[in-house]
C-alpha cells in the first residue's frame, strides 16, 4: 500500500479527487492505494466538477490522464498499467501534456473542466489540501500590497466589502483605533452550493494564506474563520490544515463555528453570533464593521472567496488586471435543474453564459436565477459576469447561478422564495419583517385571481431602500425580475392557468 500526503513532489502520482464525503471515493482510493507498489497515491481535493467525483488523475512525466468516476477494479487497472512504465490513456475522459513542475491542474481542452479559468481554482484536485508542503505561502514574506493596488472587489453576500473595493476597508480599519481583527465569513446557511465550499475543501491554504496576507496589511494579530456548526467535515478539515501551517503562518486564525442559519451569514450578523448573542441579527450601520466590529474592534470581514483572491493577486500579479472594473475572477457556482452541481470560474471578459457548459441539464432552458436564493431572474446570460454587468442587470452577484428548465413555474419558484424570506429575515426593521410578509402574500394572491402589479413593484422599492438586512433589501429581486421577464406567465395564473403545468392544483 503506498499512501502519500504530499502530491507536487512526484513527477509521477495518481491523485483521486473527492469532496471527503464520498463513499465511493473512499472505495477508489482505498483500491488505489492497496494496489500501487512503488507509485505516490495522494487524496486531493474536489475540483468543483461534481459529475467528475471521484476524479482519478494518472501523471507521469507531464503527462496526465483523467478518468472519472471510475470502478475499484478500473483504478486497479490504470496503477497497473502505470507502475508498468506508460500512462493509462484507454478509455480516458482527457489526456493533457503539461509542465511536469505544475501547480495547477493542467485543465483538458474540452468537457467541464474546461470551463473557464483555473486560477484560484487551479489547486483544487490537484494539490493535497491539508498538507503546507504542496502550498509557497505568500504571506510569510509579502502583505497584500499588491492586491490592495489592483483594486479587488469583495465576493459574496458574507462580505462586508461585497462589491466595493476591499482596499478602502483595509485602510479603514488600518485607521481606526485599536487592534485590528480579521474574520474569514464561511458560513452560507443555503441549500445552494457555492465557492466557497469548494476552496475550503480543495484548497483551504490559499484562504489561510489570504488571510494572514490581510492581517499583515493591517497589522492584525488575530484572526478568525468562522463556518457553519452543520458542516462537521468542513470544520475538521480545516482544523487539520489550520494546525499543519500553524508554525508557517504569520498570523494563525481560529476556527469558530455559527449557527446554521441564512441570516447568521450575514456580515454583521456574523459577528454577532462571534460575540456570543442569544438572538442573531445584522447591525446597524454606520459604523461599518471597519470602524466598529468583532467586540469593538476595526474588524474586516471577508468571504474565503475574497482570501482567495487576495493570495492569487499576491502571489501572481500579473494575473489580476488592475484597469479592469472587477479585477481578479468570480467564482460561479451553478446548480438547478441539472445533473450535478459544478464550480467554475470566469475572468471578467467572459459570457455567464459559459456556466451552461459545465453541466448538463434535466430540460431545456428557461431561465436562470443569477445570485443565489434572493437573486435575479432572467430568460439569458449574455453578460459578463461582473459585480458591474450583474447589477445593471437587476441580478445578485453572490456567484451563484441556478438554470431551470420548461418545467419550472416561474410564479412558484418566485413565490418559494418570498416565503423563504419571510421565515429567514431578521425581523429586526419593519420593511425585512413586514415587508417580506405582505410580498408572499401578494404572491398568494394570484392563484386567487389578483395580481397587484404596481403594488408588487412599489413595496420592493421600500424595501431595496430601507431594509436593515439583506435579506429584507434582497427579497423583491427574485419577484420584480420574474416580472419583468414572464408576466404573462403571472396573468395566467390569474385566469387559473398555469403555462408550465406544475402548479395546477394550486388554481
Keep these: 500500500m503506498t499512501r502519500e500526503t504530499t502530491a507536487l513532489a512526484h513527477s509521477t502520482a495518481v ?49 496526465t490522464a483523467f478518468y472519472s468516476d471510475p470502478s475499484p477494479a478500473t483504478v486497479r487497472d490504470l496503477i497497473d498499467e502505470l507502475e508498468a512504465g506508460t500512462v493509462p490513456t484507454a478509455d480516458a475522459d482527457a489526456v493533457v501534456e503539461h509542465d511536469p513542475e505544475t501547480a495547477s491542474l493542467p485543465a483538458p481542452e474540452r ?12 489547486p483544487c484536485g490537484w494539490v493535497a489540501p491539508l498538507s503546507p508542503a504542496d502550498w509557497s505561502f505568500v504571506s510569510t514574506q509579502r502583505t497584500a500590497d499588491v ?16 462589491d466595493e473595493p476591499v482596499a478602502d476597508t483595509w485602510e479603514t480599519a488600518s ?3 485599536g487592534d485590528p481583527v480579521v474574520v474569514c465569513n464561511a458560513n452560507d446557511a443555503s441549500d445552494l452550493p457555492t465557492g466557497d465550499d469548494t476552496l475550503l ?24 474563520v468562522y463556518v457553519n456548526e452543520s458542516q462537521t467535515d468542513v470544520q475538521a478539515d480545516l482544523r487539520e490544515a489550520i494546525d499543519a501551517a500553524a508554525d508557517t503562518l504569520p498570523v494563525v486564525p481560529q ?54 483572491q ?15 472594473a472587477d479585477p481578479g475572477t468570480r467564482i460561479v457556482a451553478v446548480a438547478g435543474d441539472v445533473a450535478d452541481s ?16 459545465a453541466v448538463e441539464m434535466d430540460g431545456s432552458f428557461k431561465m436562470a436565477c443569477v445570485g443565489g436564493v434572493l437573486g435575479g431572474v432572467t430568460r439569458s446570460l449574455d453578460m459578463a459576469p461582473t459585480a458591474q454587468s450583474l447589477r445593471a442587470a437587476g441580478l445578485g452577484t453572490n456567484g451563484v447561478v441556478e438554470l431551470f428548465d420548461t418545467g419550472r413555474c416561474t410564479v412558484e419558484t418566485v413565490g418559494k422564495r418570498a416565503r423563504f424570506a419571510s421565515m429567514e429575515n431578521s425581523g429586526r426593521c419593519v420593511p425585512g419583517r413586514e415587508g417580506t410578509k405582505q410580498l408572499a402574500e401578494l404572491l398568494r394572491d394570484i392563484y386567487d385571481g389578483s395580481f397587484e402589479n404596481d403594488k408588487i413593484r412599489e413595496l420592493g422599492r421600500v424595501m431595496r431602500q430601507s431594509s436593515n438586512c439583506q435579506t429584507g433589501a434582497h427579497a423583491p429581486r427574485p419577484v420584480t425580475t420574474a416580472i419583468d421577464e414572464f408576466e404573462p406567465e403571472f396573468r395566467a395564473h390569474t385566469d387559473g392557468h398555469c403555462p408550465s403545468g406544475t402548479c395546477t392544483e394550486k388554481l
Design 342 to 357: 459544478a464550480t467554475v470560474e470566469l475572468r471578467s471578459s467572459a459570457s455567464l453564459a459559459a456556466v451552461r457548459e
Design 15 to 63: 491523485r483521486v479527487s473527492t469532496d471527503g464525503r464520498s463513499q465511493n471515493g473512499d472505495r477508489v482510493l482505498s483500491a488505489a492505494r492497496t494496489t500501487a507498489d512503488s507509485t505516490p497515491v495522494v487524496r486531493t481535493g474536489p475540483t468543483g466538477i461534481t459529475a467528475a467525483t471521484p476524479l482519478v488523475i494518472v501523471t507521469r512525466n507531464g503527462r
Design 201 to 224: 475543501s480543495g484548497a483551504p491554504m490559499a484562504v489561510l494564506d489570504g488571510i494572514a496576507a490581510v492581517a499583515e496589511y493591517v497589522d492584525a494579530g488575530d484572526a478568525v
Design 310 to 324: 487576495v493570495q492569487q493577486a499576491v502571489a501572481e500579479p500579473g494575473s489580476v488586471d488592475a484597469d479592469a
Design 175 to 177: 485607521e481606526t483605533d
Design 147 to 162: 492586491a490592495a493596488g489592483a483594486g479587488l472587489l469583495g465576493r459574496g453576500r458574507g462580505d462586508a466589502a461585497a
Design 255 to 308: 476556527l469558530v463555528a455559527g449557527p446554521d442559519e441564512f441570516r447568521a451569514g450575514e456580515p454583521t450578523a456574523a459577528l454577532e453570533a462571534l460575540e456570543g448573542a442569544d438572538r442573531i441579527e445584522p447591525r446597524l450601520q454606520p459604523p461599518s464593521p471597519a470602524k466598529r466590529g468583532l467586540y469593538g474592534r476595526p474588524t474586516v470581514v471577508h468571504t474565503p472567496r475574497t482570501f482567495a
Design 111 to 122: 468537457g467541464p473542466l474546461s470551463v473557464g479559468r483555473r486560477n484560484v481554482l487551479g
